[in-house]
């Protein structure tokens, strides 16, 4: 596979953003290599500057769900241009997603649109501090929920309560209110209840993990969850930037049936523009400003462009209504396939998100995803990207199926698959 011009500038964004990249993945930094620039992008394959053509399962790491450059969506976005590009000032297209939103995901009675998911995660946790005037966050080891300071951490070596920060630049004093449970560990969320009743705000949760490659959640723990934030007067918010209009056009809390007090959108929500979206019970929103007292404003925030977008995506689902048993279906196929072709692996599924971990025992929350075999992934990713099928270059990745994958695109990659694995 010739790679020089990806090369070419590579080096030279070197230069002018660190790593040579605007996100720190996109840097191949844990399989190694080169990553390829992307010139293209058409359906279900995406082209790079060297113009070799890849079958693509990051999907600009999920927005793109109906394929890539999706002729009602791009005509939407073509003829808002037409019209500006942004006002700030309210506009009929932000009431119209906004009632889009609601009709599909009930619990969003309320809403405010950002600009991107780490936005519409922090401004949510400012919501639920300012309504229930506690300090107080759970979060999940390997649940990701943007870059905002308090949410970056993970792994407090191996201590529940009093984290520290993932990353540097982020003070202790910015993360001590968050504290860790572990993913499916229903008695570590107990055991921060017992320790701080009536501190806790809230608990964030992605009710699919799926940025630590992807973790389903055990049968009764969402219910659980739900349960013991109404027993101690917290809240409840689901982080579906990645769920939402994924798992069903209601998100993953249609499909498992657990109502969050608040959600966050982000993703799919925006058809591939920025956009991010925090909302729900309608008495908890009204504390957002201008009618309540915690502060949160966007310049660009519901801008008409991305609201255009977000529109056409939204009822292109809706119209179409097979779309997640199709997604579905694919990713069975490819699931039942990776379980043949790698024995010694783990393969988790939920919905049509699914992913694959190198690891012998099965991955159920954040210490057993980091039990596998990350060389082992790299030789696997190197060798599906060498023979033109794009996925993430990181073990802790999930893998995105759209509209656009035919059944030939799987046969293609089911036949690639079990090369790389003969491969190994
Ligand atoms: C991608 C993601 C975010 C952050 O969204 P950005 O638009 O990248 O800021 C937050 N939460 C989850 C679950 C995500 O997958």
């Not at 925090?278 to 929103?285: E, L, P, V």
């Not at 925030?301 to 939204?314: D, W």
């Amino acid at each position: 596979m010739n790679t020089e011009e990806s090369k070419k500038l590579f080096e030279e964004s070197g230069n002018y953003f660190p790593g040579g990249v605007n996100s720190p993945v996109r840097a191949f930094g844990s399989v190694g290599g080169v990553p390829v620039f992307i010139k293209k992008a058409e359906g279900s394959r995406i082209y790079d500057e060297d113009g070799n053509e890849y079958i693509d399962y990051v999907n600009s790491w999920g927005p793109c769900i109906l394929g890539h450059g999706y002729q009602p969506v791009v005509e939407a976005v073509r003829e808002a241009c037409l019209s500006g590009l942004s006002y700030g000032a309210p506009t009929r297209r932000e009431l119209e997603l906004g009632k889009l939103i609601t009709q599909c995901i009930p619990s969003m009675e309320m809403m405010r649109m950002v600009s991107s998911g780490t936005e519409a995660v922090m401004s949510a946790i400012r919501a639920a501090r300012g309504f229930t005037g506690r300090d107080k966050i759970i979060k999940f080891k390997g649940c990701y929920h943007g870059h905002s300071d308090g949410l970056l951490v993970k792994a407090g070596s191996g201590a529940l309560t009093g984290s520290a920060p993932d990353s540097a630049g982020v003070p202790e004093s910015y993360t001590r209110h968050t504290l860790l449970a572990g993913y499916n560990q229903e008695d570590t969320v107990e055991e921060l209840f017992r320790q701080y009743p009536g501190e806790i705000a809230a608990i964030v949760v992605e009710p699919v993990a799926a940025n630590m490659g992807l973790v389903a959640p055990k049968p009764g723990f969402l219910e659980f969850l739900r349960d013991i934030t109404t027993r101690y007067g917290a809240l409840l918010i689901f982080d579906e930037v990645i769920t939402g209009f994924r798992m069903a056009l209601g998100g993953a809390q249609e499909y498992y049936q657990v109502k969050p007090d608040l959600t966050t959108l982000g993703k799919i929500a925006g058809g591939g523009m920025p956009m991010g979206v925090y909302g729900g019970r309608r008495d908890i929103m009204e504390v957002v400003s201008p009618l309540g007292k915690v502060y949160q404003a966007g310049t660009l925030s519901g801008n008409p462009i991305a609201t255009a977008a977000g529109i056409a995506t939204i009822k292109a689902l809706m119209d179409r209504t097979d779309i997640y048993s199709s997604l579905e279906q694919k990713a069975d196929t490819l699931v039942q396939t990776l379980k043949e072709i790698l024995p010694g692996a783990q393969v988790n599924q939920a919905g049509s998100l699914f992913s694959v971990f190198f690891a012998k025992h099965p991955v159920v929350d954040y210490e057993s995803a980091l039990k596998s075999d990350t060389r082992m992934y790299a030789k696997y990713f190197h060798y599906l990207l060498e023979h033109g099928i794009y996925t993430a270059p990181s073990q802790f990745e999930i893998l995105f199926l759209s509209a656009a994958h035919t059944q030939e695109d799987i046969e293609e990659t089911k036949r690639i698959m079990k090369e790389a694995a003969a491969n190994l």
